[in-house]
């Protein structure tokens, strides 16, 4: 799944975002969610999380 979806990303579930420092290298960072900061439904950059160790990007692939 990609996360360019609201409603597909939950409190706790492990993803794989790209930091705003790292959008030209497109280095992913994984690690489980703790907030979600994107309000509108959907966003074509991916929906922006805070995950739980502080780190602050847009969601491009979900893990199951």
Known sequence: MSGTNRAD???GLSVSIVL?????SGTL???I???ILTNSQNHH???KVR???G???RVKAIHD
Do not use: A, F, Y
């Not at 705003?20 to 030209?24: A, E």
């Open 45 to 47: 950059h991916g929906i």
């Open 9 to 11: 990303i939950k409190k």
């Open 20 to 24: 705003k420092q790292d959008q030209r």
């Open 29 to 31: 960072t994984e690690g």
């Open 33 to 35: 969610v703790k907030d």
């Open 55 to 57: 780190s602050v990007g």
């Open 51 to 53: 995950l739980e160790d």
